[in-house]
């Protein structure tokens, strides 16, 4: 039996991630509020971005879902700093840039995050540099970009999970995507993990899409991340 398949405590909740990668509002309104039992993080990215805007950030905390803003920002400090502020206008909980843009652009990124939320009175968002995407199989730029993060005074990183105990070693939270459950299709990612090895490495969060939104019975697949989860976080 699933002890998970009504729902997840919110100890567990709050480290998992549902990514919304549609590009019409219903559709992720109606899979959130699908899964949100499960999943306390909402994931926004650019496709839904692209079509809804900042009405996408207003309906998921409508739905008292945190938001992920993964819009993954890289450009020059200046027009970084600008994005960031914006974003975080909206109350977003949690935002990212690329690692790769430096530690000047991270540091312009991180604030902006924190005047954007000052400005609207809400507490500042954690800030996570993106190191290496991972449905790229090689890593090797993982450290030099881990000590920007540092550097550029981030919160944490987006890695996989092969890379959860540097960033811990570092001080540094992680946000895992690439989570898929024991035999699951791969995809089109390179470095993977499961949810409750994950957990147990280090990870702060799980980002975890096709694994429950792809499967034949989401719920049920929702439960069962859960209860890798919890197992590990009691």
């Known amino acids: 039996m699933n002890d998970f398949a009504s729902g997840a405590p919110e100890s567990v909740r709050s480290r998992l991630v549902l ?7 219903s559709a992720a309104v109606a899979v959130a509020k699908r899964l949100a039992p499960w999943f306390g993080i909402a994931k926004v990215g650019h496709e839904l971005f692209a079509e809804a805007g900042p009405e996408a950030i207003e309906r998921m905390h409508q739905l008292g879902m945190a938001v992920f803003c993964d819009l993954k920002l890289h450009d020059i400090p200046n027009t970084v700093e600008r994005a960031a502020r914006a974003h975080a206008r909206h109350g977003v909980e949690i935002i990212n840039a690329h690692g790769a843009g430096g530690v000047e652009m991270l540091k312009a ?20 540099a993106v190191t290496v995407l991972t449905s790229e199989p090689d890593a090797s730029a993982f450290a030099t970009r881990l000590g920007y993060a540092v550097e550029g005074g981030c919160d944490g990183v987006v890695c996989s999970a092969l890379e959860t105990d540097l960033a811990a070693s570092r001080g540094m939270k992680a946000m895992v995507p690439g989570i898929r459950l024991a035999g699951g299709d791969l995809h089109d990612q390179q470095r993977v993990g499961t949810p409750g090895a994950t957990i147990a490495s280090g990870a702060t969060w799980l980002v975890v899409g096709r694994a429950v939104t792809g499967a034949s019975n989401p719920e049920e697949a929702a439960g069962l991340v859960a209860a890798e989860v919890f197992a590990v976080i009691g």
Not at 19 to 25: A, F, K, T, Y
Not at 109 to 128: C, H, M, Q, R, Y
Request: proline residues 11%.
């Open 109 to 128: 990124f991180v604030n902006g995050a924190k005047e954007g939320a000052a400005d609207v009175s809400a507490p500042s968002p954690i800030t996570l």
């Open 19 to 25: 990514p919304l990668d549609v590009g019409d509002l």
